[in-house]
């Protein structure tokens, strides 16, 4: 007869529910494991989407009074204690440089950086190796208009031949200028400067009609053109390229920098390399805007970057285009004093004031 036992109990299994360790594996339990497995898969895969943005962050800044950055040869040239800075937007994304979907949202988390529909900074149906034409070509314009402007503002006369690149549809000038017409005379008076025919506009009332003197390739006729208004002056509605012949000899030479905007601050080094004052005496002043030959400031892109660029690179006071303001305000960086621009006559001033401690009073954006 056998002894009667107790049965020995089997060691409780880690994947009983009695247990300490897991849940038995169900298909419910597979099920959610997959969908979280796959679910992390496809935002991992999702950060590295191209997007259709692009996002401007804070670029390098330059000095223009550097030794070698404003060459100028012809006149004599002096020192400056102080720094003229220009500065510039970095940009990722557009043509040939995809943002991907992880770069979206950490510019949209950085108050120093603006994110944009790629279509908002580049033209559509634009290549790559388009747009940094373009961007060179805008870069040459730019300095040879610092360069009449700054020479202009000093006294020098600058002669120029003014030739017509086309002109605006409905203007007084349309069907009367053609591509390559060179304008000679204005109500009768000859015309060898770009300041020449801006002073005539200015003395002209819009609306008048105004007498050219166009030479077409060897003849030369008079030509009548209603004027118009731009909110300033009188303008004829043509789109001049000017082909200066400088009275001093000034290169710029800077590489991976493109598009106009950097006129104001070429200028203004210009002018402080060929005075013997000391304008910005010792002070570290930024800016932007780009230059007409006639001398003004006009409006860019991407400023609230190029004020947070300023500030890394220790400037305490930035130009801003007038026409610039409303992206200025609300947008100023703490440290930094914005003035506001719409000349170079303005700007100089402003350098001037700035250098000699006396800038606190300058016009700010508001």
Known sequence: MRDLQHAPQPEPSPFDDAGDSYAP?????????????????LAALALVVPTPYAMRSPGPTEDTLERNLIRIEGARTYESTGQLRLTTVSVL???????????????????????LPVEAIFPQATTKEQQQEVSQAEMVSSQESATAAALTELGYDV????????????????????????????????????????????ATTPGEDVTLGV?????????????????????????????YDFPVD???????????????????GIIDKLTPEDEANGEIIAGTGTMSPEGNVGPIGGIEQKLYGAVRDDAEWFLAPADNCDQVVGNVPDGLHVVRV?????????????????????????
């Open 25 to 41: 594996i169900t298909r419910r339990t597979v099920t959610l494991g997959v969908s979280l497995l796959l679910t992390a898969v």
């Open 250 to 268: 000034v290169s710029i030479e800077i590489e991976d920098i493109g598009g106009p905007s950097a006129g104001t601050m070429f200028a203004l």
């Open 342 to 366: 719409a000349t170079l006559a303005e700007a100089r001033d402003a350098v001037e004031q700035i250098g000699r401690g006396e800038g606190a009073d300058l016009p700010t954006c508001s």
């Open 215 to 243: 030479k077409r390739g060897d003849r030369t006729s008079d030509v009548t053109v209603t004027t118009a208004d731009n909110g300033q002056r009188a303008v004829l509605g043509v789109f001049i390229d000017p082909h």
């Open 93 to 115: 994304g557009g043509p040939g440089y995809p943002m991907m979907a992880g770069q979206v949202i950490q510019g949209w988390l950085d108050p120093r950086r603006s994110v």
């Open 159 to 202: 002669p120029a031949v003014l030739e017509v690149a086309g002109t605006e549809p409905d203007s007084g000038a349309e069907g009367k200028l053609e591509e390559g017409d060179v304008i000679t005379e204005f109500q009768g008076e000859p015309v060898g400067t770009y300041a020449d025919l801006i002073d005539g506009l200015a």
